[in-house]
Structures are given as C-alpha cells and as structure tokens.
C-alpha cells in the first residue's frame, strides 16, 4: 500500500500542490508535482480527451471497456480478473454521491467515444481528512500522461473537500 499526501508549497502564486508518495514500511518518500488542469480537458490532448465527473449512463462505457483492457490492467486495479461487471458492482462504480465518494472519467471525444481511464477516491467514514484512491487507465490510452492527470484532477477534489491524504493498494 502506498500513501499520498498532500502539501503546500510556499513558492509564489504559480506554485502547485505537491504530492508526497510513501510508501508503507518504506523509509523513503518521493515528491512529485501535481500535473492536474483545473479545465476539463487533459493538457496538451485538449482534442482527444475530456475529464468530467462518473454519472451513472457511463455504466455502457465501462462494459464496453472490457473489449479493450487487458486482464493485467483489471487485476492490477481491482487485484482480480474482470471478465464482466454485475449490476450492483456498476452501480458502486458510477452512482457516486460526489462527496465522501468521488470519481473522474477520462473519455475519449468524437462520435464513438471509449473509456480511456476512471480515478476515483472514497473519504475514509471513520477519518474524513483521509481517503482510498483507485486509477485505472485503459490499454490503448497508456503512456500519454492521462494518469497523471487524472491523478492531479483526483488530488485536486480531495483537497477541495478537505481530504490530506490518499491512499492506495
């Protein structure tokens, strides 16, 4: 399991939020600045992705997502193969409150548009400045630096919501 905590640098204006990755166990950390646009679209791919909030009508994308996404990629983020998604695992993942559960989709833009990845965090009910995070990019959309953005984006509601840290599996 890894941490992600948020900090503020005192740097002027421009300065973005770093986030601290550590590592549990681990005696190192690594700092790494956020890449997240408070726009709607993915820097520098403003043509090919947009970046908005899950709404339930987007359970269509995530079935068909799995034509296109390896068992690696599924099992990485849900640490078991997915071969198909019941009804009350599709309502979990896109019939979210927006508050103490938060998920961003990255979709594709033009007349046919794919799932190109899904972050999303949970508050923690016990510790609300803590929360779960969970990425998953798909295959065809990997190494064009939308991970990052969604993590940005992700950090950035957090933070809006008071939420200090993320953690991940």
Not at 38 to 53: H, K, L
Not at 76 to 81: E, G, I, K, L
Not at 85 to 111: C, N, Q
Not at 113 to 122: C, M, N
């Amino acid at each position: 399991m890894s941490h992600v905590r948020t900090a503020q640098t005192g740097l002027n204006p421009p300065a973005r939020s770093m986030l601290r990755l550590v590592s549990v166990g681990a005696e190192n950390c690594a700092e790494t600045q956020v890449c997240g646009a408070a726009g709607s679209s993915v820097q520098g791919r403003e043509d090919i992705f947009d970046i908005r909030p899950i709404r339930p009508a987007d359970s269509e994308l995530i079935v068909a997502a799995l034509g296109y996404t390896s068992d690696e990629t599924y099992y990485r983020r849900f640490h078991t193969a997915k071969r198909y998604f019941s009804p009350k695992e599709l309502k979990y993942l896109t019939d979210v409150d927006g508050k103490m559960h938060v998920a961003l989709v990255a979709g594709e833009r033009g007349e046919h548009p794919r799932l190109a990845a899904v972050a999303r965090f949970s508050m923690d009910p016990k510790n609300p400045l803590e929360g779960e995070l969970a990425i998953c990019v798909h295959d065809p959309f990997r190494r064009q630096g939308l991970g990052a953005q969604m993590l940005g984006r992700l950090h950035d509601e957090a933070s809006s919501r008071g939420v200090t840290q993320l953690r991940a599996m």
